[in-house]
């Protein structure tokens, strides 16, 4: 199998390949009395939220990007019988099973099926009762926990440069969800021999989520402080970065309100053009941005609050006069509806090129009359998950962008 390497320098270089999972029986599993507990506002109608995939896989496959499935390289990655082993035993074990004959119902349970009805039984969740053990009408009837934030690539591991920050999450519901890359990028055949560097390891004691880190260019990073991620991580992942020879000079510390409405930076601010951003008009008064170097001499960072307006700040660093496209024209009330629907959720596919949701239709017309190129994706059902097409795609690839 040909060797794979990661290549994210920028978030608008053309697209190549991208990583998705199609959501599959873990919506199904979820109910009203647990929503709260698998971080969900909502139930989204399977069938149709499958269809939305697909017609978002679809559409970037007519852009000429290759899309790789999240649930097909983990079935690769541990075809070998003492890898799916160990993989289990790590998964059984973060799921919390106190009781070690569920324990081992459970993992003989898992270990009949093939790599892939195995993968995705993971994902869906087991029951009590999948396994033999008698299910109590008043107790969580999980023994392993649904995963129906996966079909938010972008979170469990984010790909910087040539190498991966696999991330640390959060939220215990969805910690087990790093796995999958960390055996996907030490055991996968396409993967395994890359030589992809590790920026930030899923076992660090604080905390970093993908929605948070964004490649502005082969200069520049920008990482949310946010509910997600600590601010401790961003200065790990900057050192790891920095002392591995990368061609990033700075890490740009955007700290934006930690609530659960501006969850990670991506939903609140990204990229679309060499010089045009979205942005949710409600961080920008109390939005404060750091940027950290790193003195070679000295061998350690140097972090430095920035003055002034966001545009100035990017523009400095960018070497561009940068313009902030505010969703829903930063009325208050249009841009509070279409951000609870990530209006500012973009996925560039190139430079001036962006997959949005099709609901958030005043900030689509506002993009189109800043002459971007808006490719427009259904969504009644996957929005429900709070988090758009940036949220569902994870880049593997992007072409190196030619500076104007």
Sequence with gaps: METRKIQV????????????HR??????????????RLLFDDIPYLKVAREEHDI?????????????????LAAEAIRDRKIKEMFLDEVIEESGIVDEIAKREAKNFLLSMPEKGL???????VRKKDVGLKEDLTEYPFILDPMPNLYFTRDP???????????????????????????????????????TKLWYDRYNPTTIEGGDELVLSKDLIAVGCSERTDKE??????????????????????????????MHLDTVFTMIDYDKFTIHPAIE????????TYDEVKKELIAKEEEGELEAVLSKYLGIHATLIRCGGGDRIISGREQWNDGSNTLAISPGKVVTYERN???????????????????????RGRGGPRCMSMPFVREELNYR
């Design 9 to 20: 320098y920028s978030e608008i270089g053309k697209l190549k390949t991208v990583l998705l």
């Design 23 to 36: 959501p599959g029986q873990e919506i199904e599993n979820l109910t009203p009395e647990y929503l709260e």
């Design 56 to 72: 978002f896989a679809n559409l970037l496959r007519k852009e000429g990007v290759e899309v790789l499935y999240l649930e097909k």
């Design 119 to 125: 993968i995705d039984t993971i994902m869906a969740g």
């Design 157 to 195: 591991f984010a790909c910087i440069g040539s190498g991966v920050s696999l991330n640390s999450m959060r939220r215990n519901t969805r910690r087990r969800e790093t796995i999958f890359g960390k055996y996907i990028f030490n055991h996968h055949p396409a993967f395994k021999n890359s030589g």
């Design 233 to 262: 991580s961003i200065f790990t992942l900057a050192k790891n970065i920095f002392e591995n020879n990368e061609s990033f000079k700075t890490v740009l510390v955007f700290d934006i309100p930690k609530t659960r409405a501006f």
């Design 285 to 292: 008064a109390s939005l404060k941005v750091t940027a950290i």
């Design 361 to 383: 239709y005043i900030t689509n017309e506002i993009l189109d009359k800043h002459n971007i190129e808006v490719i427009q994706m259904p969504s009644s059902e996957l929005s």
